[in-house]
């Protein structure tokens, strides 16, 4: 694939063999997508379950309000820490054998928690799990980059990400109502017993596209054609502090990392303060809260699907691949930006309205995936996964901590908002000012 100075690629074209040409490519990819997406829902409902439990489980288990926000950073700091091994594990076994393992234990941990005593297994599983969790995303990446050609990368990308928002958003009714009727520790048994169903159907279905029996050559033609590293004697890379040092040498990791840790600091937001804000700051009621809530994820959702089209789009309309993907996620930190106009509105409506206009921009943001799986070095690209989501991971340490100083200290969250909508603007800076052109390194 051609590169320019400018940032501008070639869009290839599929070889044109006889026997490529007599087939039409079959469609294995989106069966592969299909069990990522799937993976990522998952992964997230295992995460985040907790704070459905926790009113009635802080009850039952004598664990204060104090203990139980140390449980919840407990996931972050376990899941931050694992990321640069989880992507050296990553690059050496495979993305088929590291995906399964995790996924595996991820679901065993969190059905483990539905039968927790007390504060001193909980926070112990806690910790695991976030172990546990950290390679999903740097082996989504892997595979992405692996399976699909440039151009669909980012379409891609935002169909199994937005697996993030649809557990949060339409199944969180669902876990209510069986938390009602048969309490918290069925939550974690459910979702575990699913989780662990998957990581065998991964087992069975996943395969690199040389080893599957479902692709033809026409489809491979098509994805190596387009990028996609999918080489029959492809050599596992075994992880060294050369190759880390030489991936944090270059300043377009640094730029896709700081632009992905802006948009990851909006999306904590909404996942551990927003319901606090819309309770304490506007004085919502639960009913209007229910409703209102629901939101900003949905815009969330469309966000990442509408990022990852428009991206593609771009893409195979000029064939420039740096403006493909970072417009749209330029564009996408501004809106997340806008948050701080919270501040100076009145009605909930409004207030709700810009949350959704700010979560649906941090859904472009999702495209970061592809911008890694597009710049990262053949050889280690779960080395960079790791490293890219080490550095955004710490967003769910920072965002929740700032946050709270700022409204014990003020008792608002004016403070909060304008922090949260500097982060977004440095962010859509370090994309214009470091990421640079978007093309493959080399190490």
């Known amino acids: 694939m051609p590169d320019n100075q400018s940032g501008a690629v070639t869009i290839p074209t599929v070889p044109r063999s006889a026997a490529a040409s007599a087939v039409r490519p079959s ?38 309000p104090a203990l139980m926000g140390v449980m919840f950073s407990a996931f972050a700091w376990s899941y931050v820490l694992a990321q640069v091994p989880g992507g050296a594990l990553l690059d050496r076994f495979g993305s088929g054998k590291t995906y399964f393992v995790a996924a595996s234990a991820w679901s065993l941990t969190t059905l483990l928690h539905g039968l927790v005593s007390g504060f001193t297994s909980l926070i112990g599983l806690r910790l695991l799990l976030g172990v546990s969790e950290a390679t999903c995303f740097p082996t989504n990446s892997r595979v992405v980059a692996t399976w699909f050609p ?80 999918a080489p029959k004697d492809e050599k596992k890379t075994p992880f060294s502090w050369k190759s880390l040092r030489q991936l944090l040498g270059f300043r377009q990791i640094w730029g896709a990392c700081l632009g992905q840790f802006a948009g990851n600091a909006t999306l904590v937001f909404f996942l551990t303060w927003f319901p606090t804000y819309l309770s304490t700051e506007r004085h ?77 921009g941090q859904g472009m943001v999702g495209l970061g995936w592809t911008v890694i799986s597009d710049i990262a070095p053949k050889k280690l690209i779960g080395l960079t996964a790791g490293v890219f989501n080490l550095v955004t991971g710490m967003a769910g340490i920072i965002t929740p901590l700032v946050i709270g100083f700022i409204v014990s200290s003020t008792g608002s969250f004016t403070g909060a908002l304008w922090f949260i909508g500097a982060v977004a603007l440095a962010g859509a800076l370090a994309y214009l000012l470091l990421l640079g052109d978007v093309k493959r390194l080399e190490v």
Not at 289 to 294: D, I, K, P, Q, W
Not at 325 to 344: D, E, H, T, Y
């Open 150 to 229: 440039q151009q669909e990368r980012a379409r891609a990308t935002s169909i199994y990400t937005v697996g993030e928002y649809i557990g949060l958003a339409f199944l969180s009714p669902l876990l209510f109502m069986l938390l009602a009727h048969y309490g918290w520790r069925s939550l974690f048994v459910l979702v575990g017993v699913i989780g662990l169903l998957f990581a065998l159907v991964w087992k069975l279905r996943y395969r690199e596209p040389h080893e599957c029996t479902r692709v033809n050559a026409a489809e491979l033609a098509y994805i190596e054609a387009g990028g996609g590293l």
């Open 27 to 64: 469609r294995a990819r989106f069966v592969i997508l299909t069990l990522l997406a799937v993976g990522t829902i998952i992964n997230y409902l295992d995460r985040s379950i907790l704070g459905i439990a926790a009113p009635t489980m802080t009850t039952e288990l004598g664990i204060d």
């Open 284 to 360: 919502m009621g639960w009913m209007k809260m229910g409703f209102f809530a629901v939101l900003p994820f949905i815009a969330a959702g469309c966000g990442v699907m509408l990022g990852g089209w428009f991206s593609d789009r771009l893409i195979q309309r000029t064939g420039n691949a740096s403006l493909g993907r970072k417009l749209p996620i330029i564009a996408g930190l501004l809106m997340a930006s806008c948050i701080v106009a919270a501040n100076f509105v009145e009605s909930d409506q409004a207030v709700i309205a810009i949350l959704s206009i700010a979560f649906f």
